[in-house]
């Protein structure tokens, strides 16, 4: 897994989402956030470049719909009895 070196000092998840488009996928960033298809935990999962790049180029309702694709990806990868966590806005609130 490409996951940081001991020590090492975290990217922010700008810099993250930089370095998962350009195909290093890495985990965790200073939000103790995943890449958002996975391929860090898993380089199984490694969206294609066109898939990230739509992804980056998207909107936040977009994006939303492609970590929903993603994490049925990672699904079908591990065990279901893991912790999965999923984060974003409300989508019960209008602001």
Same mark, same amino acid.
């Given at each position: =897994?490409?996951?940081?070196? /001991?020590?090492?000092?975290?990217?922010?998840?700008?810099?993250?989402?930089?370095?998962? %488009?350009?195909?290093?996928? !890495?985990?965790?960033?200073?939000?103790?956030?995943?890449?958002?298809?996975? *391929?860090?935990?898993?380089?199984?999962?490694?969206?294609?470049? %066109?898939?990230?790049?739509?992804?980056?180029?998207?909107?936040?309702? /977009?994006?939303?719909?492609? %970590?929903?694709?993603?994490?049925?990806?990672? !699904?079908?990868?591990?065990?279901?009895?893991?912790?999965?966590? =999923?984060?974003?806005?409300?989508?019960?609130?209008? *602001?």
């Amino acid at each position: =897994m490409p996951k940081l070196p /001991e020590g090492a000092e975290r990217p922010s998840p700008d810099e993250q989402l930089g370095r998962w %488009l350009a195909g290093d996928p !890495i985990c965790p960033n200073t939000s103790d956030e995943c890449c958002p298809d996975f *391929s860090c935990c898993n380089p199984k999962l490694l969206s294609e470049p %066109l898939v990230r790049k739509a992804f980056m180029q998207g909107s936040q309702g /977009e994006r939303e719909a492609w %970590l929903g694709v993603f994490l049925g990806a990672a !699904i079908q990868v591990w065990k279901t009895d893991k912790k999965v966590h =999923m984060a974003g806005r409300d989508p019960t609130k209008t *602001s």
